[in-house]
């Protein structure tokens, strides 16, 4: 079976870019829209970015429940494809950062999985969504994809890691054909503005001649070739000319301030965050942030924007690299503490808390801090003594024990007077 997908693999896998170039998803403002002119807004550049580049970061590991709690299951054949090398040609930050930007793009990402003789996932092979088509046949799902040569090939499900995003029960939904419109305005205006600069920022408008006279073809085509030549390139916005003959200009089009041109950019900015769900700070857009809000944004980007990318990463690797027998046993999981790296006296802080309540040990706030264990003394988890649990607060104070009174030495020395006096 190794060998039989391994040669599989060959013909569904070849780098760059599919036999067809960029398929054009949709055109705006006479602009085609298609992944590789997409890139080209840094705004929509920037939201696929620090999306694939946040998730590629963090550890992402198979767990192992035990009767003590759970520990990382380094010898699980999954871990080593998310943690460390998914294939022979990439690492796992790499293939992690390539999935996330064809999930944002496309709204589907594609790993076919390669399984050795005893049905372990050994490899993961990115596929290029654009050449994938699920599809329903016999009650199961499987997945259809265009070879160079033109056959397909079909696979199933089992075989197939499916990241997507919004969609249907089947397929995620494209970002960019339903982001166009927004996509093709933002490069309008930057050609606009581009078109401004290479004619060096002036006003277009009419010469005319002086009075109600007239020049002859070879004058208005000289006159036009000089007043091209004076005012065309940046280099020479702001300069003075004069025009002779009586020559008078007439400007038909308005200046930028006055066409709101840099106002509709920057509105093109929040939009396409918009569709990415990115917080406008992320893509250096600090219209709106301040020194107060700037931490709860980034906790807003951790929770509402990374946050459904996890879980969805997450399950999909739960239902696909281990087994159903396992399932209850393994689980992977992606550690979103690894970004949130905060100053040193708040992250003391922190430790101190989670300390005190019992969850971390000495040693393992060592690890945290990619520093020396101290031992086997540490890993002993301590809390405070004067701490109880809250059945033993709200429970009645237990009565005083009872006392037997007891002879003193001086009612024993009286008694053994009188036995004297007695006897």
Known sequence: MRSRLRALMQRLTRPGRSSGGWPIMSRAAGQPITEETAYTVSAYWCCVRVISETVGQMPWRIHERTSSGQRVAEYHPADRLVNRIPNREQDAATWRELMLRWVLTWGNAYSEIVRDSSYRPIELWPIEPWRVAPLRADNALWYEVQQADGDPVTLPAADVLHFRGLGDDLVGWSVLRYAARSLGLSMAQEESMAAQQENGAKLSGILRPPGAGSFTREKTDAIAAAWQQQNAGSKNHGRVYLINQGIEFTPLSMPNTDAQLLESRQFSVIDICRFMRVPPHKVFDLT???????????????????????????????????????????????????????????????????????????????????????????????????????????????????????????????????????G
């Open 288 to 422: 709106r942030a301040t020194f107060s809000n700037i931490t709860h944004q980034s906790l807003e980007f951790q929770t509402d924007t990374i946050g459904p990318w996890i879980v969805k990463l997450e399950q999909q690797v739960n239902r696909k690299l281990i087994s159903p027998a396992a399932a209850g046993r393994f689980f992977s999981k992606i550690n979103a503490n690894a970004i949130l790296r905060m100053d040193p006296d708040t992250r003391a802080n922190w430790y101190t808390r989670l300390r005190d309540l019992g969850v971390f040990s000495p040693n393992q706030i060592a690890a945290l801090e990619d520093m020396d264990t101290v031992g086997a003394d540490g890993d002993v988890r301590l809390v405070p003594v004067n701490m109880q649990t809250l059945e033993r607060a709200a429970a009645p104070p237990a009565p005083p024990p009872h006392v037997v009174p007891t002879a003193t030495d001086d009612e024993d020395g009286e008694r053994a007077d009188e036995a004297a006096d007695n």
